[in-house]
C-alpha cells in the first residue's frame, strides 16, 4: 500500500472519528437541555390544551408525577412535548420544575375566621375545604364575584369579598428581608369592645366608636392582640376587624375580571362547550335495535362542533372519543374556559316503550331560560319528532354551571320511530345545524 493511500484513509479516519465526537456532544446537549427543561405535573389530572389559555380546546390530558419536556412559555402557560411527540401547553401554576417554573403574578390572604373552598363558583358547588384567616394561596383569576386560587395543588374558588391581595406570600417576604410585613387591621367602624383576654366571656378595657388602624401583635384562638394610643395591649375579635395590612388591596380592585373581559355580542366571538352524555363505561340508553345512547350523542356532538366551527366559533368538546367523563369535569370544562353557553347531548329512555316520543329542552337556571327557549324553538321548527318544549331540569351538569347551559334530549331510544330516525346522519346533521342557527339568533340578540 503506497504512502498517499495511506495518508488518504487516516484523513477519512479522522474526519469519521472527529463528526462522531461532534454528534456525541451535540446528543449530550440535547439531553441535557431536556433535562433542564422538564416540569412535573402536580394536579391529579391536568389538561393539555391547543393553545396558551383556558379558552383553547383540551388536546388530551396527563397524570400526577408525569415529566413533560418544555419547548417555551407564553402567558404563564408552557409550550410542552408530551411522550407522544404531541405538542401542547399546560397551565404554568399546576406543574413544579426549578429551573423553569413561573412565579404567580397574584397572591391572596384570607381576611375571614372560616371560609369555605369550593369546586366551582357558585354558592350552592361542593365544598372541597376550608381556610382560615390569614392563610395565603396562589391566585389564578378573577370571575365576576369569586377568585379562583390554587388549593391544595388543585383549582378552587372561593368569594372575592373573603381574600385580598397581596404583594408576595409571607413566607416569600421573610425569604427576601422584607421588613414591614406585619398584619393591619381596622377596627371600631362600627362600636367594637376590646378586651382584657382573647374570649368574649373577658372583661372589656375599652369600646372603639371611630375606626382606627392597628398593628396586630400576637394572635390567639381567633383573636387578634393590638396597642391601642394609650401604650395598654388588648383582644379584638378577629370577626369583627377588617384587614387591611399595607401590601393589600381587595381581589376586586386588583383582578381582572375574567367574565367581563370575555362577553360575546356575536357567535363567531363566542365560545360553547358541546357535551356529548355518556360514554366510555356509561353506555346510556340502547336502542332495541343494539345501538347506544352514548355513539348517537357523540356522533351529533361532533357534527354540530364541526358546523359551528366553519362559522369560526371557538368550540371546546367535553369528549370526542368513546371515554368516560364524570360530570364534575363536564362542568369543569365550561368554567375554566369561561363558556359563553354549554349544550348536553342526550337521547332518552322511559320505563314503558313507546309511550313517549320526540325532543325536550332543559335548563336550570331562570337567566337560562331564554337560551333554551331560543334552540327548542329552531328544534321545533326543523326537526321531524315531536317537540315537548322547554322544561326545568335539575340535572348536576346544569345545577353546578355557572356558564349559561341546557340539556337537548334528542328523541326516546325505546320508541320504535324515534329509533328508525334518530340513528342517521339526516337526523343528526339536522339537529346540528338547528342549533347552530338558534346559537346564532341567541348571540345576535344580546
Known sequence: MDQSHLHSKNNRSLFILLVTGLIVLLLGSIVALANENKVTVLASTLNVRYGPGLSHEILTQVNEQDQLNVLGEENEWYKVRLESDQIGWVASWLVENEEVSLDNQFYGRVTSP????????TTDSNVIGTVRQGEEFPILYREDDWVQILYDQRVAWLHADLIAVIDQPTERAATEEETDTSLKIKV????????YEPSTDAEILTTLRSAEEFDVLDEKNEWYEIELTDGSRGFVASWVAETISAETVSAEEALPNASASHYAT??????????PGHGGHDPGAVASSGFSEKEVTLNTGLLLADRLKKAGVNVILTRSTDEYISLNDR???AH?????AFISLHYDSVEEANTVSGTTTYYYSDNEQPLAEVINQRLAQDIRLDNNGVRHGNYQVLRQNAQPSVLLELGYLNNDYDISVVNTHAYQSAVADAVYSALDQYFSQR
Open 114 to 121: 372560616e371560609v369555605n373552598v369550593r369546586q366551582f363558583s
Open 188 to 195: 371600631g367602624s362600627t362600636p367594637t369592645n376590646i378586651r
Open 266 to 275: 356575536t357567535l363567531a366571538e363566542a365560545t360553547i362547550v358541546i357535551d
Open 331 to 333: 362542568v369543569y370544562y
Open 336 to 340: 375554566q374556559a369561561n363558556a359563553d
